[in-house]
């Protein structure tokens, strides 16, 4: 009887083995012809889209003007050098605006730090008069924080606690 269980559970896992593939193959194959109808019909429509000519609105009730459009395109080479040396000049004000951010954003972040580093200092009392001339501390011997510990890390902190350390239910409250 136990042998027979045996065969029967050997036979079904074979059968239902095959009938996964197959359905797993099926997929596939579907996959594959609907990748293959997409692609066909992008194709379709870049061709269409590549074959379609440029007609102008050409409609006497319509608010566009076709006229101040024509207009605006440069018409000769050196309207087009024009036009470039202006947007090249546009792109070197912009480069040197945004150089004189960063170095504004520098200074400030510069005068901010050592603002508070002064605050830190008188916070604790250790103003400049407190020590003799020989003993002045220097401002990096009192960092802000260290071990420049920030959200991200100290999440990462504990994960790792949870993974190296002893398992919650095992600690002692």
Do not use: C
Not at 29 to 41: I, N, P, T
Not at 46 to 61: G, H
Not at 81 to 91: D, P, R, V, Y
Not at 128 to 134: E, K, Q, R, T, Y
């Amino acid at each position: 009887m136990e042998a027979l269980l045996f065969i029967l559970f050997v036979i079904f896992s074979l059968v239902s083995s095959y009938m996964e593939r197959r359905k797993r193959n099926r997929e596939v194959e579907l996959a594959r012809q609907s990748q293959e109808q997409r692609a066909k019909r992008q194709d379709q429509e870049l061709d269409e889209d590549l074959n379609e000519e440029w007609v102008p609105d050409l409609d006497p009730f319509s608010d566009k003007q076709i006229v101040p459009d024509l207009v605006a395109h440069p018409q000769t080479e050196i309207q087009l050098q024009e036009i470039e040396s202006e947007a090249e000049e546009s792109e070197r004000r912009s480069s040197e605006i945004e150089r004189r951010l960063v170095a504004a954003e520098r200074s400030i972040q510069d005068k901010d730090r050592l603002s508070s580093e002064i605050a830190s200092k008188d916070a604790m009392g250790l103003g400049s008069s407190d020590f003799p001339s020989g003993f002045k501390r220097s401002a990096s011997y009192l960092p802000k924080n260290p071990y420049k510990i920030d959200a991200r890390r100290a999440r990462e902190a504990l994960v790792f606690a949870e993974i190296i350390g002893p398992p919650v239910s095992e600690r002692d409250k």
